[in-house]
């Protein structure tokens, strides 16, 4: 009889346990924390604290891109398995605490069995090698003509690195970014460092305040950094390509005092940086990556767009660095806090700049607000988007139908009393997630005034309700079923 050594019968006995506690947890599926418009983003069991991504770009931008992301987490109760989201890319290998683990998909899940379970409270190293393939076509990568820049919203980062890809979960983030050396690397934060290597240059870049994951961003392409100075002494930084940088310099100039006025509106701006990120991309829209706004090019260099206009689009994307980014919806339901904002002091903007009437913008969308309702819903409690075009989310009730609560709002409780809310929004929800009903009950306490009712017609009635102060305006109803 041939005798086993301790040291490799107590192993054997360790794997033989782990063997059959995997093999008595269900199968593997896909979680999510029960957003009811994205039911399967979002994972429960963990808190993320911090994310460290690398990326090395090999140079084409339809090559798969070598990754490594490790996530810092919490337990938040005992954790057998780990839910992550993640798709559009092959994962490699996987640790949870320096230790091998064990790993399947399920969905757009990556489901990691750890070898032991992670007690509540117990302290989360996930390391995932993987790669980051931008040939997708539901967003994460958006390919660039010299690159790749990152379109996250609503539910794509996971197409790009692991995370938890709901808003309710904001951590901070280190980007670790390799490129050939004739190509930039930008991404959210300050950059802390650079190095080159053999023809290659890596760049890591770090924010210093939490962020939502679709609001993360990185840039690789043929393109100048533009450094300037703001309000405060605030440093900004501009990505534009490099051969229309001094086109684009009289676009860029004007942040410095967009960014003057919003604080002006709603108190001092909330995080490290700020600038413009211009990609050679036509996406048909622009995104309010933190500390980076994303814009196609198209947009500062069509000539059938007025300039006020354009400035009106820089105002509103910068809004939401207070509204969206700094507070962040802690449901997609409250997306109207978002770009309800973002619209309101765009459509201010314009006024005061522009002598564009906004009390006429806001009758305009008075008179379609029960069309968008019945298209979209009501602000706060927004239809689904058709599966697989997850930004028809993003409909017009979204976006002029929530400023014109905002503006109800203010005919309400008088300009004054709303402009405290709006600065007490910003400064008491700073960093982090916030609900309608946080917004709801911040107004009443500030005006003194049981608003709940005034809220509750105006963000989840079917019909538009009556304008304070504007009796004679009037909502057209939309055609009846079948007519």
């Known amino acids: 009889m041939l005798r086993t050594p301790r040291r490799l019968r107590a192993a054997l006995l360790v794997a033989a346990s782990a063997t059959l506690v995997a093999a008595a947890l ?87 069995t750890p070898r032991h379970a992670v007690d509540e409270g117990g302290a989360l190293r996930i390391t995932i090698t993987h790669t980051s393939d931008p040939n997708g076509r539901r967003g994460g990568w958006v390919r660039t003509s010299d690159g790749l820049v990152m379109a996250g919203q609503p539910d794509s980062a996971h197409r790009v690195f692991p995370c938890n890809d709901h808003p309710a979960d904001k951590a901070m983030f280190t980007f670790r970014i390799t490129t050939p050396a004739e190509l930039t690397a930008v991404a959210n934060g300050v950059r802390l460092a650079w190095f080159r290597t053999g023809g290659r240059t890596t760049w890591r870049y770090a924010t210093a305040h939490p962020m939502a994951t679709e609001l993360a961003q990185v840039s690789i392409g043929a393109s100048t950094v533009v450094h300037r100075k703001g309000p405060h002494g605030l440093q900004l930084r501009d990505v534009v390509p490099t051969t229309e940088a001094e086109a684009l310099e009289p676009w860029l100039a004007k942040t410095p005092g967009q960014i003057a006025w919003m604080e002006g509106k709603v108190g001092r701006y909330p995080l490290e940086t700020y600038g413009l990120l211009i990609a050679k991309a036509d996406t048909g829209f622009e995104l309010e990556t933190q500390t980076l706004s994303l814009f196609e090019r198209s947009l500062f260099t069509r000539t059938d767009l007025p300039q006020w206009y354009v400035e009106s689009v820089m105002v509103h994307e910068l809004s939401h660095q207070w509204f969206g980014d700094s507070v962040s919806p802690h449901r997609w339901s409250d997306l109207w806090l978002n770009e309800g904002h973002a619209s309101w002091y765009e459509a201010l903007y314009a006024e005061e700049h522009a002598q564009k009437s906004l009390e006429n913008r806001m009758r305009d969308a008075y008179t379609k ?6 298209a979209g819903g009501p602000p706060a409690a927004p239809k689904k988007a058709a599966p697989g075009d997850q930004l028809g989310l993003f409909r017009p009730v979204v976006y002029g139908g929530s400023a014109l609560v905002l503006y109800a709002l203010r005919q309400e409780i008088g300009q004054q009393a709303f402009e405290r809310v709006e600065r007490a929004w910003v400064t008491e929800n700073k960093d982090r997630t916030a609900t309608t009903d946080d917004y709801t009950a911040l107004a009443s306490r500030l005006s003194g005034r049981d608003l709940s009712g005034f809220f509750r017609a105006w963000l989840y009635g079917e019909r538009t309700p009556r304008m304070p102060g504007h009796p004679d305006w009037h909502s057209v109803a939309p055609p009846a079923t079948g007519a």
């Open 369 to 374: 607000s029960d069309a968008w309702r019945a």
């Open 26 to 112: 269900p199968a593997a599926e896909p979680l999510g924390i029960g957003d009811p418009l994205f039911p399967y983003l979002g994972n429960p069991g963990y808190d993320v604290l911090g994310y460290d991504v690398a990326l090395a770009y090999r140079g084409s931008n339809t090559e798969p891109l070598d990754a490594v992301t490790k996530i810092m987490a919490t337990a938040t109760g005992r954790l057998e398995r780990i839910n992550l989201d993640f798709t559009q890319g092959t994962v490699r290998k996987v640790e949870v605490n320096g230790r091998r683990a064990d790993f399947t998909t399920s969905g757009e899940d990556l489901v990691v």
